[in-house]
């Protein structure tokens, strides 16, 4: 956003003025007040006072700019998600934030200091009653981004600070800025999925549909899939982290999913496009299995999962990725 419109946004917020039309032309999401974010947008690298990392963030205006992803990893590789919306009647956003551990939390903007965005809540205490819980995010002039998590116990009097974090763009210096680790930017993005699978006696071909969202993490030294699908079968979903390794000039990938199964490949570049293989145990001892990406487009990934036992490789789901703001 232009750096007018964001102080023009910022101010507006922090003085209570109502925007006098809060719906924009036609029903979409482009009127100033949706843009109140704007600054916060980017790939983020998260430290305390001291200078310790305390994690990475990812915010991303999400559904044409009609809200504001947040997806934060903390150095332990934890994870938790926020969405951010403008609320048409209340002329306020609103926040909804998740933790892959079940906690979450709901706020709503609130009176905000000048140059911040602040949201605020309730969270019910272990003993009873509500503990008042709110964040604020400042613009600083270097451009880097305060956020402080302050909770109240007194109903509003007091509000020490329960944590604090500098936003700061990733370095262009980092370790895995060589193009090596560029290997995998072509399966970065959000994507719809149209799967085929083989049934469970392989005479048959059965069709399921998903989503699968791809992103550079940890400045840009791994790289995390989060894979949703309705089938085929039941509801599944898993999640892949991939690394370049310099040494052996290869990528490594751990998967993950919530039928209790995991896998590790490796694998790289190859003439038919990129193709990750492994050879799991227990069961499967003795059949090799990997998974090519193929036809390889801007908007468009073709994917095949394949098993081997020593002979030819026979195709077991087949994946089709469409970006997902181009998908029809």
């Known amino acids: 956003m232009r750096p007018l419109l964001m102080t023009a946004a910022l101010a507006a917020c ?15 999401c482009a009127a100033p007040e949706y843009h109140v974010l704007d600054f ?8 305390d006072a001291a200078g310790s990392l305390q994690g990475t963030n990812r915010i991303a205006a999400d559904l044409s700019g009609c809200a504001v992803r947040e ?15 403008y609320d048409r009647a209340a002329r306020r956003w609103k926040q909804v934030w998740i933790t892959e551990g079940g906690d979450w939390k ?19 205490r272990p003993g009873g009653g509500t503990v008042l819980d709110r964040t604020t995010l400042t613009l600083l002039e270097d451009g880097r981004v305060r956020q402080r998590i302050e909770q109240s116990k007194d ?3 007091t509000w020490p600070a329960s944590w604090e974090g500098l936003y700061s763009r990733p370095s262009a210096a980092s370790p895995c800025a060589a193009r090596e680790f560029d290997g ?9 999925v ?16 998903g989503t699968n969202r791809v992103r550079k993490i940890l400045g840009g030294c791994a790289v995390l899939e989060s894979f949703e699908a309705d089938g085929p079968g039941s509801l599944w979903a898993g999640n892949s982290l991939s690394q370049y390794l310099p040494g052996e000039k290869r990528w490594r990938q751990i998967w993950v999913d919530d039928q209790g ?25 003795g059949k090799t299995m990997r998974m090519v990406f193929h036809d390889i487009r801007a908007d468009h990934i073709s994917w095949r999962w394949e098993r081997s036992d020593g002979a030819a490789w026979t195709p077991m789901l087949l994946i089709e990725y469409r970006r997902a703001a181009a998908a029809k």
């Open 14 to 28: 922090a003085s209570g003025r109502q925007a006098a039309a809060p719906f924009a032309a036609g029903g979409g």
């Open 40 to 47: 916060w947008l980017g790939e983020w690298e998260v430290r």
């Open 71 to 85: 997806s934060w990893t903390d150095a332990k590789g934890g994870r938790g998600e926020s969405t951010f919306f």
């Open 106 to 124: 709901e706020k709503a903007q609130v009176e905000t200091p000048p140059g911040a965005v602040r949201f605020q809540g309730e969270l019910p």
């Open 155 to 157: 109903g509003g009097k």
């Open 184 to 192: 995998l930017d072509f399966w970065l993005g959000d994507w719809r």
């Open 194 to 209: 149209d799967i085929k699978g083989r049934s469970p006696d392989g005479a048959a071909w059965q069709e399921a549909h």
């Open 261 to 285: 199964s995991w896998l590790a490949f490796t694998g790289g570049r190859t003439g038919e496009g990129f193709v990750l293989q492994t050879e799991p145990q227990g069961s499967a001892a």
